[in-house]
Nanobody
């Protein structure tokens, strides 16, 4: 059974930095490419958007344009933990963030088709005040 536990959410000011983490159990984390996804809090149920990707061996990373240069994804395979360092946060970064296995398709970060909807963790709510 897959279990994903993301770090606790918080509120910050625009320009602040924040580090997110998630631990994953129940899947082969070491061999899995992973990603961070966001869901705007004002639109529950809206499809999650992939924002960052990291290959299983950390050799490849990918970011969407809106976070490039501000967010850094990393992982610790021994701890089965994924991280997202978020710098220079903007109001538009306000969202609930989730981690999940990921792959890149036609330039978009998506979850593999084998990822069941009930595998998602509780997410980390990030609120950025302008």
């Amino acid at each position: 059974q897959v279990q994903v536990v993301e770090s606790v959410g918080t509120s910050v000011q625009a320009g602040d930095s924040l580090s997110l983490s998630c631990t994953v159990s129940g899947l082969a984390f070491v061999g899995s490419d992973m990603g961070w996804f966001l869901q705007p809090p004002a639109i529950p149920g809206k499809e999650r958007v992939g924002v960052s990707f990291i290959s299983w061996d950390s050799k490849c990373t990918y970011y969407i344009d809106s976070v490039k240069g501000r967010f850094t994804i990393s992982r610790d395979n021994a701890m089965k933990t994924l991280y997202l360092q978020m710098n220079n946060l903007l109001y538009k970064d306000t969202a609930v963030y989730y981690c999940a296995p990921a792959r890149i398709e036609t330039g978009k970060i998506v979850v593999p088709p084998t990822w069941a909807s009930d595998n998602w963790g509780q997410g980390t709510r990030v609120t950025v005040s302008s």
